[in-house]
Each structure stands twice: as C-alpha cells, then as structure tokens.
C-alpha cells in the first residue's frame, strides 16, 4: 500500500491488520468494503488527510483541521513533596503516556520543551 500525505510526499506501508466495527465491538475483517467503519493495523506516522490506497491511486484533497482551543501543560512536580505520592510522576514516564496517547488521539499536539521538564498538550 501507498500512503500520500497531506503534503504531497508518499510512503510505502504494509497494513497488518483490518478491523471492522459492528457497534462497540470490533471483528477482524480482511478487506474493507464501501460504508463500513474500519480500524486500520500497522501503518505509523499516519495523519487525518492522509490517504492509503494502491500504486496510481488518486489522493483525497487534505481536510483541514481546526486547531486547539484548550492547552495545558503538564510538568513534573518539583515541590518538597515531590515523590510522596504516585507512579510513573518523571518528565520521561509523562513524555511516554502523552506519545502512546497521540497514536489513538489524532486531535491532539504534544510540544516538549526543552529540558524535558514542561510539555504543552493541545
């Protein structure tokens, strides 16, 4: 399979896996036919926009999507009482959860700043 990108550049990519979604529940299909809500398996780095199809498959005009209107950052706490409570509290474990998030949350940016001790969610 061929992925172009929003930007107009393509990647090669290899689907693992095809879900197909009956309500809440997911079965394991091996295509996708038209009108169904599919889960798709194996490709990293992919985006809204993006479009997957075969060699000479015409790409999908990009949508845009509205940025953020809600931001927070989240740091490590540095207050005498830091380490009294909680697991997985340091700037890498924080750094990890937000990167495994941004897999399944395409609507979410994460910025870590420099020194890692800050990053800013939108």
């Known amino acids: 399979m061929i992925v172009y990108k929003a930007d107009g550049t393509t990647k090669k990519a290899k689907i693992t896996k095809i879900y197909r979604t009956i309500g809440v529940s997911r079965i ?13 398996a194996g490709i990293a780095d992919i985006f809204v926009g993006d479009t997957i ?8 005009t990009p949508i845009h999507i509205d940025e953020p209107t809600l931001m927070m ?3 490590v706490n540095n207050s005498p009482f830091a380490g009294r ?11 990890e959860r ?13 910025d870590v700043h ?6 800013t969610v939108a």
């Open 28 to 40: 394991e299909v091996d295509e996708g036919r038209c009108g169904d809500v599919v889960i798709i």
């Open 53 to 60: 199809g075969q060699e000479g498959t015409e790409p999908y």
């Open 73 to 75: 950052d989240f740091l």
């Open 85 to 95: 409570e909680g697991k997985y509290v340091t700037s890498r474990n924080i750094v």
């Open 98 to 110: 937000l990167n495994k998030e941004l897999e399944t949350n395409v609507g979410m940016k994460v």
């Open 114 to 119: 420099e020194g890692g001790n800050r990053c």
